[in-house]
């Protein structure tokens, strides 16, 4: 079955610690998004990319990186430089940047 | 500003009791309102678009509808598998969609 697989479902992070989450995707969509979740909170963009080699920053890119070296692949990097970064993120991919989006499951993550 | 506002937060039915949640947004120009339904613990899933004033969607015993300023999605005698964050977003001009805080709908049996 075609979809979008996230990894790891749950994350644990030390303060000062980096740590990457993992997106991939057999869809064979072009464009793919890391989006961040708070209660309460709509969804917030952090990076999307629309082909490979190729990323634009978000709303809140401030202390996240990422990476498109792969089509299938998006893989978010939380820096420690992010202040607050227990969250729950979801990754999502569109056959185009207009288009209606497929999510993972999400990655929970947590600071100690 | 571009905002989109989702009401009310939460919701409790009884199973069967017909009700509507709201979606209500200010864009510069609107390019597609979106309903995604979201379970606890679990990425979104998508459940219809609207481009149009008046055009309205249906699956189930879901129905969407769109004016000008916002959207409904209404819910006909629900289920309790129905329960679950219903989320609004809405793609402006530049295409980054924007969204709102989510309604949580439960349904009691």
């Known amino acids: 079955d075609g979809g979008i697989t996230q990894s790891p479902k749950y994350l644990f992070r030390k303060e000062g610690q980096n740590v990457t989450l993992s997106c991939e995707q057999n869809?064979?969509?072009?464009?793919m998004y890391w989006y961040r979740q708070d209660p309460g909170q709509g969804l917030r963009l952090i990076y999307y990319?629309?082909?490979?080699?190729?990323?634009q920053k978000g709303d809140i890119a401030e202390g996240y990186s990422v990476s498109r070296e792969k089509k299938e692949s998006f893989p978010l990097t939380v820096t420690s430089a992010q202040k607050n970064p227990t969250a729950f993120y979801l990754c999502?991919?569109?056959?185009?940047?207009?288009?209606?989006?497929?999510f993972g499951a999400g990655s929970r993550l947590t600071v100690l | 500003e571009d905002q989109v506002t989702q009401s009310p937060e939460a919701l409790r039915l009884q199973e069967g009791e017909s009700s509507s949640l709201n979606c209500s947004y200010t864009v510069s120009g609107l390019r597609g309102l979106f309903w995604y339904r979201q379970d606890p613990g679990k990425g979104p899933e998508f459940l219809f678009t609207?481009?149009?004033?008046?055009e309205e969607k249906e699956k189930e015993r879901l129905k969407a509808t769109l004016t000008k300023k916002e959207s409904f999605l209404h819910i006909t005698a629900p289920k309790p598998e129905d329960s679950a964050t219903y989320l609004c977003a809405v793609r402006p001009l530049n295409y980054q969609l924007i969204w709102g805080a989510g309604t949580k709908l439960i349904i009691k049996p």
């Open positions: 869809l064979n969509h072009d464009a």
């Open positions: 609207l481009y149009s004033a008046g």
């Open positions: 999502a991919s569109s056959t185009g940047v207009s288009n209606v989006l497929t």
């Open positions: 990319s629309q082909i490979v080699n190729d990323f």
